[in-house]
Nanobody, 115 residues
Framework: QVQLVESGGGLVQPGGFLRLSCAAS????????MGWFRQAPGKQRELVAA???????NYADSVKGRFTISRDNAKNTVYLQMNSLKPEDTAVYYC?????????WGQGTQVTVSS
């Protein structure tokens, strides 16, 4: 079992920045890839960014050049640095961990980009 706890969401103006954190606990050694997904009202959950155990990264086209995913293995934490935020980035952001071919999810954190 893996437990994930997100933090760092909030309200920010367009052009601003936020950093999300996701702390993992439990069967840490079984985690392969971790990532961030988001879900806006009336839309499907979508992948935002992912990072593997060897730190290979993958981003949605809509966030390339603006968002950066990173991981601190010593702290069992994954971060999502979000810069140049746009209103269309407004969503609930969920942390995900792929461990032993099982998906684990955090509770989600709201990000609202509005003036």
């Amino acid at each position: 079992q893996v437990q994930l706890v997100e933090s760092g969401g909030g309200l920010v103006q367009p052009g601003g920045f936020l950093r999300l954190s996701c702390a993992a606990s439990g069967s840490i050694s079984s985690i392969d890839a971790m990532g961030w997904f988001r879900q806006a009202p009336g839309k499907q959950r979508e992948l935002v960014a992912a990072i593997t155990s060897d730190s290979s990264t993958n981003y949605a086209d809509s966030v390339k050049g603006r968002f950066t995913i990173s991981r601190d293995n010593a702290k069992n934490t994954v971060y999502l640095q979000m810069n140049s935020l746009k209103p269309e980035d407004t969503a609930v952001y969920y942390c995900n961990a792929d461990a032993d071919e099982t998906d684990y999810w955090g509770q989600g954190t709201q990000v609202t980009v509005s003036s």
